[in-house]
């Protein structure tokens, strides 16, 4: 993309990024060094890319996502609003690839979705075909293989279920149905081991 074109735009890129024609990007929105926007992908508005991103045709990245460097969001991923992911964590999309046998359509691709609110913390893998819940927070280096719920703390290899987090990014105290973050000491209630309703 040229400068004077760039100079037209309601969003930021740096000039050593590719933006494709027909990648749609909302206002605010800031694309840093070396990154690759491509053809199709769908980025809202102030949303800040961080350096050596790639963005696939069929990706879709919602309102105020912020993304670290080194991170490479393929088709048939979905980032809703607010989303963070920390640096250099990878999202997949084919469960079974192999170099000599081709499978980069959407027959082989399955959709991986991470919902409102929730961070990927560094260096975590998202296996592909998982829904990570709202406000949920995946640990650094984590391997998520399965769905991840509504405002779950996992961590581990393979991910594992160690707590619930606020809408703030601190920890949920429990006794019984009831909890307390312990920061900003919003209220939630647990049912059934899934957090349903912040009060």
């Known amino acids: 993309m040229d400068k004077a074109k ?6 930021f890129v740096h000039k050593s990024s590719c933006v494709d024609e027909c ?3 909302g206002d605010g929105t800031a694309i840093w060094h070396f990154c690759h926007i491509m053809k199709g ?8 890319i961080g350096q050596n991103v790639v963005v696939h045709p069929t990706a879709v990245i919602g309102h105020g996502v912020k993304i670290q460097n080194n991170v490479s969001i393929y088709d048939a991923v ?4 607010d989303v963070f992911c920390g640096p250099s964590c990878v999202f997949t ?14 027959k082989f691709y399955r959709k991986t979705l991470v919902k409102k609110g929730a961070t990927i913390g560094a260096n ?3 296996v592909c075909g998982v829904m990570i819940g709202c406000y949920a927070f995946v640990g650094a280096g984590a391997v998520v293989t399965k769905d991840v719920p509504d405002y779950a703390l996992v961590y581990g290899n393979p991910a594992r279920q160690k707590g619930f987090m606020c809408v703030c990014g601190e920890k949920i105290g429990f006794k019984a149905a009831q909890g307390t973050c312990v920061s900003c000491h919003k209220k939630y209630t647990k049912i059934k081991d899934k957090v349903t309703n912040a009060i």
């Open 6 to 11: 760039r100079n037209q735009k309601k969003y």
């Open 23 to 25: 990648a749609a990007i």
């Open 41 to 48: 992908a769908r980025i809202g508005k102030n949303c800040k």
């Open 78 to 81: 979905t980032l809703e609003d």
């Open 93 to 106: 999309n084919i469960i079974n690839p192999r170099s000599a046998i081709a499978r980069n359509s959407d």
């Open 124 to 126: 975590a893998t998202i």
